[in-house]
C-alpha cells in the first residue's frame, strides 16, 4: 500500500481560496505559471506537510509545523 497526497487537489483549493492577486508572489514570475518562487515552494511543501499526518499517520511525530503561509490564511 502507497500513501497518496493529491497536491494538485490542494494546490488549487489554495490558490482559488488567495485568488489571482493573493497567490502572484507564489509565482516565480507573474509570466510563469508553470514554476514557484521561493515562498511558493515553501507554501506547496506545506501542503504536503499537512496532509502527511492524514495518509501516514506514524510520520506524525517526525514533523513541525510553522510555514509563514497559514498565517495569511486564517
Given at each position: 500500500?502507497?500513501?497518496?497526497?493529491?497536491?494538485?487537489?490542494s494546490?488549487?483549493?489554495?490558490?482559488?481560496?488567495?485568488?489571482?492577486?493573493?497567490?502572484?508572489?507564489?509565482?516565480?514570475s507573474?509570466?510563469?505559471?508553470?514554476?514557484?518562487?521561493?515562498?511558493?515552494?515553501r507554501?506547496?511543501?506545506?501542503?504536503?506537510?499537512?496532509?502527511?499526518?492524514?495518509?501516514?499517520?506514524?510520520?506524525?511525530?517526525?514533523?513541525?509545523?510553522?510555514?509563514?503561509?497559514?498565517?495569511?490564511?486564517?
Amino acid at each position: 500500500k502507497v500513501a497518496l497526497i493529491d497536491l494538485n487537489a490542494s494546490s488549487i483549493k489554495l490558490l482559488e481560496k488567495l485568488g489571482e492577486t493573493g497567490c502572484l508572489d507564489l509565482k516565480y514570475s507573474p509570466d510563469d505559471v508553470q514554476h514557484h518562487s521561493v515562498k511558493g515552494g515553501r507554501t506547496m511543501a506545506q501542503l504536503i506537510v499537512d496532509e502527511l499526518p492524514k495518509v501516514a499517520p506514524r510520520l506524525k511525530p517526525y514533523l513541525k509545523e510553522s510555514f509563514a503561509y497559514k498565517r495569511n490564511l486564517n
